[in-house]
């Protein structure tokens, strides 16, 4: 049960999971098979669907395309009983629709379609009823299961709840990331790895840049639970309690004295420079009470991260004196460059006095600091 009360959780940032959650929860509870969807009230059409293996391996697709076109109005009145009895709790069939016995259930489509794949009585549950949404969870008996008795499996008292919650969470996460992936993207030609976490230390959502400094593996890295992982022991309590300070903001917890810390790398390269600051959504236009630490991580080692564009642009460069640059802010030395380019130590030198006198720069390292400067953020990403 462990195991999937984990693999419930990481559905929330990882949607795919849900498959595999349906199925290790049917297996636990004794389930043949099961399904989930969201219903908007504002909409005509369910969406989110996940089904489980037998349904994915053994429906037909016209079945499940009526079930998804909402073809149950036979069905109506077990919403109803969802709509207006406790939430996160299954009941059998029968008593969703109020009878005693198979024989006096209404007819119902999706029943009959549920008996041609040979499945039993249907269970149902309403994981949510918090306007605009209503997400219900709806599972099938094998014949002559005990429906009844599956429904009040007490492990399903705990279970329900975490599925409700993490589906409220995975619909915020979705909606924050749509929320700000245009920023993200701007913060990649930026150079600025960002990380959205939660208080729980799950990450939310991350830009490509986040992506590039996770794939170096060099003291960061995401844990299968979707955590962030400093790899530096005392680094990691120290990021611990700034995440948690900053997600203790709403009760006036957070500590902006120390906002940021030096991580260290295995390799050896520059430290990244991590920042930790809260993020609120304060006029609930998300999720009412929704917050997150909004983690920024400079590489200094990061190649590319300076461009000619902007020097090139101010000074008026010519192509050659913007080559010359380019190896400039990588980092050569003149002598460097007179290699690479394959002229002389004086033809390069007179060159980079040409570069100076137009930017108004005293050498080489007075270039840099003017490209950092004028870098632009709408230069290709490396």
Not at 233 to 245: G, L, Y
Not at 343 to 354: A, D, E, I, L, Y
């Amino acid at each position: 049960m462990k195991t999937l009360v984990a693999t419930i959780l990481n559905s929330a940032t990882v949607p795919s999971n849900w498959e595999s959650a349906l199925d290790q929860f049917n297996a636990e509870i004794g389930f043949a098979s099961s399904c989930m969807f969201s219903v908007h009230e504002f909409e005509t059409a369910r969406m989110n669907f996940t089904w489980s293996k037998f349904l994915r391996d053994h429906a037909p697709v016209e079945t499940i395309a009526k079930i998804e076109r909402g073809d149950d109005q036979e069905d109506a009145p077990g919403y109803q009983f969802l709509l207006s009895n406790p939430a996160q709790i299954l009941y059998d069939e029968l008593t969703l629709f109020g009878v005693q016995s198979e024989a006096d259930l209404p007819k119902s489509n999706v029943r009959d379609l549920v008996a041609e794949l040979g499945l039993g009585l249907r269970v149902a549950a309403a994981l949510n009823r918090r306007g605009p949404w209503l997400d219900g969870l709806f599972c099938q008996t094998r014949p002559g299961d005990d429906a009844r008795a599956l429904a009040g499996d007490p492990r399903t008292e705990v279970l329900l709840p975490i599925m409700s919650s993490t589906v409220v969470l995975g619909r915020m996460i979705a909606t924050l990331t749509a929320q700000f992936q245009t920023a993200l993207g701007a913060l990649d030609a930026l150079g600025l790895g960002v990380f959205l976490i939660d208080g729980r230390g799950t990450v939310l959502t991350h830009n490509r840049e986040a992506d590039r400094i996770l794939a170096q593996a060099d003291g960061l890295g995401l844990s299968k639970a979707q955590t962030l992982v400093v790899r530096n022991e005392d680094s990691a309590a120290q990021f611990k309690t700034m995440i948690e300070r900053a997600n203790g903001l709403f009760v006036g917890e957070f500590d902006p004295a120390h906002p940021a810390l030096a991580l260290p790398r295995p390799s050896g390269d520059y430290d990244y420079l991590v920042s930790v600051r809260p993020l609120a959504d304060t006029r609930g236009e998300l999720q009412p009470g929704l917050g997150c630490a909004f983690v920024t991580v400079i590489d200094p080692a990061r190649r590319n991260a300076l461009s000619a564009d902007g020097l090139a642009t101010l000074g008026d460069l010519t192509e050659t004196e913007r080559a010359v640059v380019d190896l400039l802010i990588q980092g050569f030395r003149p002598a460097e460059v007179a290699t690479q380019r394959d002229v002389s130590p004086n033809t390069v030198k007179t060159q980079v006095q040409s570069i100076s006198q137009k930017l108004r720069c005293n050498g080489q390292s007075d270039i840099i600091r003017v490209a950092a400067a004028t870098r632009l953020p709408i230069s290709k990403l490396p």
